[in-house]
C-alpha cells in the first residue's frame, strides 16, 4: 500500500482522505466542464486507483490468482460499460447482467469442479444485485445519483464482512471505494449531472461484486449471515419513493437522504452482525 503514515491506520486514513479529496476535484471539474458523459468514468476509475493504493502494483497479463483477476475484471468491464454505453445506451442493462455471472466464474474457476453450487449460488446473487441496483427505467441523474449511493454503501458495509473472511486488502479496498464514491457524488448532492452509467455499473458495481467474488468464493471464510442482511441494502431503497410520497417529500436532497438511510440500515447490521460473530478478537 501507497507509503505515507507511520501506522496502518494512519497510511488508511490518509488513503481515504486522498480518495475522497479526489473524488471530489475530479467530479467537480467534469461537473464545471459540462462533461456529463465521463462522469460515468469516475467510480470505475476510484475502484482502479483504489486497487493500486492497496496493492501498489498493475498485475501481470495473464493473471494469476483472484486477487490479479479482479484488476482486468474492472478494466475489461469498464471499457466494454463505455463502449455500449455509447454505441447502444438501452442495451446497457442487459449486458451488465451477464458481467457477475462471467466474474464468478472466472474468479470461481478453482471451485468449479470441488463446488459448482458455490460458484452458481454467488452468479446467481450477483446477477440481483445487478438488477436491483439498476432496476427501473430512469436515466436522469438524481436517480444516477441514488444507485451510486447505494453503490458506496454496499463497498462501506462489505469492507468489516472482507476483514472478518480473512482478506485485509479487501477491506483496505472496498472502504476506499466508498471513500472516492463520495467525494465523487457530493458535487451532485444538489442540481446533480452525474450518470451511473455502463462504466459505473460494469465497471464499478460489477468490480465490487469481483471483489466480494474473491472473499465468498476463495478465502471462503466470510459471515453468510452478514452477507444475506448486507443484500438488502439493494433492497430497501426501493421502498424509498413510496415512503417519500407519504412523508410528503418532495425535494431532490430529502429523498436521496430517505434512499440512502433505507440502504445504511441494513448495512450497519450486517458489519454489526459480523463484529459480534468475530467477538473481541476482531483485528483493530
Known amino acids: 500500500m501507497l507509503g505515507f503514515g507511520n501506522s496502518p491506520q494512519e497510511v488508511l486514513a490518509a488513503s481515504l482522505l486522498v480518495m475522497v479529496l479526489v473524488g471530489i476535484f475530479a467530479s467537480g471539474l467534469m461537473r464545471w466542464r459540462g462533461f456529463m458523459c465521463l462522469t460515468d468514468l469516475l467510480m470505475p476509475a476510484a475502484l482502479l486507483v483504489a486497487y493500486w493504493l492497496v496493492y501498489n502494483k498493475v498485475p501481470p497479463f495473464p493473471p494469476v490468482g483472484a486477487v490479479n483477476k479482479v484488476f482486468y475484471v474492472i478494466v475489461i468491464g469498464t471499457a466494454v460499460g463505455f463502449a455500449v454505453e455509447v454505441a447502444a445506451q438501452r ?25 459448482t453450487w458455490e460458484v452458481v449460488a454467488a452468479a446467481t446473487a450477483g446477477v440481483a444485485i445487478m438488477w436491483l441496483v439498476l432496476r427501473g427505467t430512469s436515466v436522469r441523474a438524481k436517480d444516477d445519483v441514488k444507485r451510486g449511493s447505494v453503490v ?22 472496498c472502504l476506499m471505494l466508498a471513500a472516492g464514491c463520495l467525494g465523487i457524488l457530493l458535487v451532485h448532492i444538489i442540481n446533480p449531472v452525474f450518470r451511473f452509467g455502463g462504466a459505473s455499473s460494469i465497471g464499478a458495481l460489477g468490480g465490487l461484486i469481483a471483489v466480494a467474488y474473491t ?22 431503497p426501493v421502498l424509498s419513493e413510496g415512503i417519500c410520497s407519504t412523508l410528503g417529500a418532495s425535494r431532490q ?11 445504511v440500515l441494513p448495512a450497519a447490521l450486517a458489519v454489526a452482525v459480523a463484529f459480534l460473530d468475530y467477538g473481541s478478537s476482531f483485528p483493530a
Open 215 to 236: 472473499v465468498v468464493l476463495i478465502t471462503r471464510k466470510a459471515d453468510p449471515i452478514a452477507i444475506a442482511i448486507l443484500g438488502l441494502c439493494v433492497v430497501l
Open 91 to 115: 442495451a446497457v442493462r442487459v449486458v451488465s447482467l451477464f458481467q457477475p455471472v462471467a466474474a464468478a466464474f472466472y474468479i470461481g474457476l478453482p471451485r468449479l469442479g470441488v463446488a
Open 152 to 173: 458506496a454503501v454496499l463497498a462501506l458495509g462489505f469492507g468489516p464482512i472482507a476483514l472478518l473472511g480473512a482478506s485485509s486488502s479487501s477491506f483496505q479496498l
Open 253 to 263: 436532497f430529502p429523498r436521496l437522504l430517505v434512499h440512502v438511510a433505507l440502504a
